[in-house]
Every structure is written in structure tokens, then in C-alpha cells.
């Protein structure tokens, strides 16, 4: 069945926005990609050191321990004053992300989960960075937050 003059120039103009925008999306990855190393370039020239390295020097400047030390991750307790916090710090080198995470110590069980839930939902109305989420496994609430590093 022959095309229609005018679906025809329709179809054309069509796969000429979609090329348009493949060509636009190849660009900026390009574009990133040489941006994120010249970022990594810059900072190894300026002697910055790699993200958890300042982390963890942050936690043994405040005097906290260190659980665990990977690569990309660092785990803490840090003393408070009704109990310790669990402070999880992950590197995410490929979108330069750090996450941040600290486990309350706000305990529960199953049948409180609901009003752990409200609890956190209450707390995250005035919570200006990250946000608190209910772990159902361990039935705890923990403080989230995300930091985009570029």
C-alpha cells in the first residue's frame, strides 16, 4: 500500500527529530564523559584525595570509630547521647554521588511498624535534606540523603 505525500514528509520529519536528538544525546555524553575527566584531573592535580579517603578522615578527626573500610564505603558509630548511630557513607564514582545514610536507633517490631511509619512520614515534613525511610527488615528508621559531587 503506497504512502501519502503527506504522511510521507510527516515519517521524514519524524525520523529527522529522532536523529536530531540521538546526535544531541551522543554530544552530551561525549560532552560528560570529557567533563567528568577533567574533573577527576583537576582534582588529582589539586591533590584532592578520593572521597572516602576525606570521609574517613573526618570520622577519626571527631574521634568516631570505624566499623568497616572499603574502597567506595566507609561504615562508623557515632556516639550520641541517648545511643550510638550507625553512619554508612557510600562513593558512587560513576554519577560522582556520595550517599549518605545514619541508622537511628529507634527500634520496633512488627506490629509497630505502622506507627513507625507515621512517625517518619510526620519527621519528614520538616526534614530539609535527605529524608527518613523505615528499614522493614530491621524495623529501624534511617536518615538518607544523596550528595551530588560534580
Sequence with gaps: MPVSEP?????????????TAQKHSTETQHRNMANRHLTQNRAAAQGLAHPIELVTHFVARHEWQV??????AVL????????DYQLAVVWRGDDETMQVTCRIDVHG?????????LLAALLNQDAHIG????DLNACELELR??????
Design 7 to 19: 504522511r510521507r514528509a510527516k515519517i521524514l520529519r519524524k525520523t529527522q527529530r529522532i536523529k
Design 67 to 72: 566499623r568497616e573500610r572499603e574502597r567506595d
Design 76 to 83: 562508623a558509630e557515632v556516639p550520641g547521647r541517648w545511643s
Design 109 to 117: 517490631d512488627q506490629t509497630q511498624l505502622g506507627e513507625l511509619a
Design 131 to 134: 529524608h527518613l525511610a523505615l
Design 145 to 150: 540523603h544523596t550528595l551530588a559531587l560534580r
